[in-house]
């Protein structure tokens, strides 16, 4: 069937025509949908008539040969990335192979035709993603899954920090863990602590400040005004108060925290230029260039605004001049308030200074993968990226997902996407800076809802997710570039797979080395059993839930399902439906737990008749432990037997998403003789569970 104008330039720009709903019918997306991205997308570099593209991936073996547009001769100089020069001429519409042997790497190739210049980037990168030598070796490790905000300590100010993020890692490779994977660590909004979702960041580049462990600042122990300002009843009374919480109390610990390191900073300022800490911070600046300084200045000027409530939202509530980071506005701000800006850029050093020596004691013990990071699919339409870099994102669009049973209309994320054309367009620049800044300190990468490689379900501005279509991203190039990073920075990558994905990413991630994500849960074969352990892929982490679904208890007293009701998140009379499912699977998880040998034979085998029970816990993660998958992932809330979970999707103010806290300290979680039997269990099973290879 021929197609009209307005398919091609859809089809051109990368916009899908339909798509495959929940029930598994093509769904064609309306004109008016295609119209609309259409009119938000970046023109697809209409104006450039370059005879090459600005880049060109090549991956693995595969033949490194361009076929150069236009007409005539060509002189191209290609450049290697360290520094090698090869030289020649090329014919316009013939195929030209690169020269060889060209490592991996950046390279940069110059056309030229009289006085006119082209260039183009050429990346050539490994087929696969990096992989540690132990898990290369065929040995299956485990660690635990942690919202670094949740726990307790007897020493943090009332949030985790990495000072127990430290304490974490020791405890665990102590009882055999080989990492601790983390929430994303993204720069959220110091000036609006309560805006606290990890997943919806000011930034991915940088870090989230509210994690410094102050106790740990040389500035603010050797500062006089520090401690007299620690020693103070008011600040201890606010200390406890945050301490003692059950909930994360953001902006009592935003407050607290930045009180103490005004002083610290003040302390630091004293300090000889040439030592090695304001000599360290000072590349510290350099290496961060424009990204980090407007970053600080975005903290900055939210915080000079704290007090108008109505601009709260960050910068598309603030005054129109203030939109953009290079108004005439702004730069003159930044000119009067440079101290204020190195303020900020400090904070970033201390976070960044601290995590770094996290990632350097789990070598130091031992680990393997030691820390792995989680990556969001996007940062927030008030965001400091989108302020600094709007031609970079389309904020008349955000990110979410297509309609699904228990969300009729679709999810929107509220998420503007980064536009693929720009992206290329920029040799995909971008995309390297953000894995770098998140691959470096850490063994691994969890890539949150991996699918936004393949595509985005791109949602017009002021429409419902059920009005949006997916946009094609340059899978095979993001790839490539992220297994050539991924072996750069010795980090394997993990991507969140879960829900529907196509089967084509499927295949490509597999391929690429990304391991996959298999959660218990979910892990049901089309007649409801449960998948036996020896049948979980090699090429994946395993764990019972994650942040988005119940805690293992939660799952087995059906709290979730009636929270859920309770907060009027299931139409009609659904949740009847989903508890006599959870009944079912309920069953069927423990006639798995039965058949693989993980409960004794003469226990219960009925599930209705079964309560949740330090011995069923430790069933459930012995059965996870045996599992083959190569990585494991525990949450200390399952070892905790706690029900309420840190955050309930399709919630806003219903609930108090990211901010329940562990039920004990990390002191009494190591000292807690079934916590301590739990481990040792999962610590033997993943050790007799080597594979030979």
Not at 149 to 156: D, H, I, K, L
Not at 178 to 197: E, I, K, M, R
Not at 343 to 360: D, E, K, V
Request: hydrophobic share 40%; glycine share 8%; proline share 6%.
């Amino acid at each position: 069937m021929k197609q009209n104008s307005l398919d091609q330039a859809a089809r051109a720009a990368g916009i899908s025509l339909d798509y495959i709903d929940v029930n598994g019918r093509k769904e064609a997306v309306s004109d008016e949908t295609k119209r609309a991205l259409l009119a938000v997308m970046a023109e697809p570099q209409k104006a450039s008539k370059s005879p090459l593209p600005p880049v060109a991936v090549f991956s693995g073996s595969s033949k490194r040969q361009l076929t150069p547009q236009g007409s005539g001769t060509y002189h191209w100089q290609l450049q290697t990335e360290k520094g090698k020069q090869h030289s020649g001429e090329l014919t316009a519409g013939e195929p030209f192979t690169l020269p060889g042997p060209l490592t991996q790497g950046y390279h940069q190739l110059t056309l030229t035709k009289g006085k006119k210049s082209w260039q183009t980037q050429i990346i050539v990168a490994p087929r696969r993603c990096y992989l540690p030598p132990a898990l290369e070796a065929g040995e299956k490790r485990w660690g635990a899954l942690v919202q670094l905000y949740t726990v307790r300590s007897e020493q943090n100010w009332g949030i985790g920090d990495f000072g127990d993020l430290d304490h974490l890692l020791v405890k665990l490779a102590e009882r055999g863990g080989d990492f601790v994977g983390l929430n994303p660590l993204h720069a959220l909004y110091p000036a609006s602590p309560g805006f606290a979702s990890p997943y919806s960041p000011s930034s991915r580049r940088w870090l989230n400040i509210i994690y410094i462990d102050v106790s740990q600042v040389a500035d603010f122990q050797q500062s006089a005004a520090a401690q007299k300002w620690w020693k103070s009843a008011k600040t201890q009374k606010a200390l406890t108060k945050a301490r003692e919480a059950e909930r994360v109390d953001y902006e009592t610990v935003m407050a607290l925290k930045l009180a103490a390191l005004r002083h610290a900073w003040t302390h630091f300022q004293t300090r000889d230029s040439q030592s090695e800490e304001p000599h360290s911070f000072a590349a510290f600046v350099r290496e961060g260039g424009d990204s980090l300084r407007y970053q600080a200045a975005y903290d900055g000027i939210q915080l000079a605004r704290q007090a108008d409530k109505s601009q709260q939202g960050g910068w598309p509530a603030w005054p129109e001049a203030w939109r953009n980071s290079r108004s005439p506005e702004v730069q003159q701000w930044c000119e009067q308030h440079e101290e204020e800006i190195a303020f900020w850029q400090w904070l970033q050093w201390l976070a960044q200074q601290q995590f770094s020596g996290c990632w350097a004691h789990s070598q130091a013990l031992g680990m393997s993968v030691g820390l792995y990071r989680d990556l969001a699919v996007g940062v927030a339409e008030g965001s400091a990226e989108t302020w600094h870099d709007p031609e970079l994102y389309r904020l008349k669009a955000s990110v979410g997902a297509p309609p699904d049973r228990l969300g009729p209309l679709g999810q929107n994320w509220g998420l503007p996407p980064m536009d693929p054309h720009v992206m290329q367009a920029r040799a995909y620049q971008p995309f390297i800076d953000m894995l770098r800044a998140n691959m470096r300190d850490c063994g691994a990468l969890r890539i949150d809802h991996v699918m936004s490689l393949l595509r985005l379900w791109w949602v017009p501005a002021g429409e419902t997710a059920d009005k949006g279509a997916y946009v094609a991203y340059p899978v095979n190039d993001l790839l490539a570039i992220l297994a050539l990073e991924s072996h750069r920075l010795r980090c394997m990558v993990i991507g969140e797979d879960l829900g529907t994905v196509p089967q084509e990413i499927v295949s490509l991630l597999r391929k690429s080395g990304v391991f996959s994500w298999k959660v218990l849960w979910f892990e049901q074969e089309k007649d409801e059993r449960y998948r036996a352990p020896q049948d979980y892929p090699r090429q994946s982490i395993a764990s019972a839930s994650t942040h988005d679904l119940p805690t293992l208890t939660g799952f087995w007293e059906q709290g979730d399902l009636e929270l859920g009701e309770k907060l009027g998140l299931y139409p009609g009379d659904a949740v009847k439906a989903l508890h006599q499912q959870r009944a079912a699977q309920k069953q069927a998880l423990l006639d798995a737990l039965h058949q693989a040998g993980a409960l004794p034979a003469r226990s219960q085998k009925k599930a209705e008749k079964l309560a949740m029970t330090p011995a069923l816990n430790r069933a459930i993660h012995r059965f996870l432990a045996d599992t083959d998958s190569a990585l494991l992932g525990l949450q200390p809330e399952d070892w905790l037997g706690m029900t309420t979970p840190v955050n309930v999707p399709g919630t806003v103010d219903q609930y108090p998403n990211w901010r329940r806290k562990l039920s004990k300290t990390l002191e009494e979680i190591f000292a807690d003789k079934e916590v301590n039997a739990l481990l040792k269990v999962v610590s033997q099973q993943r050790q007799s569970g080597k594979k030979e290879k």
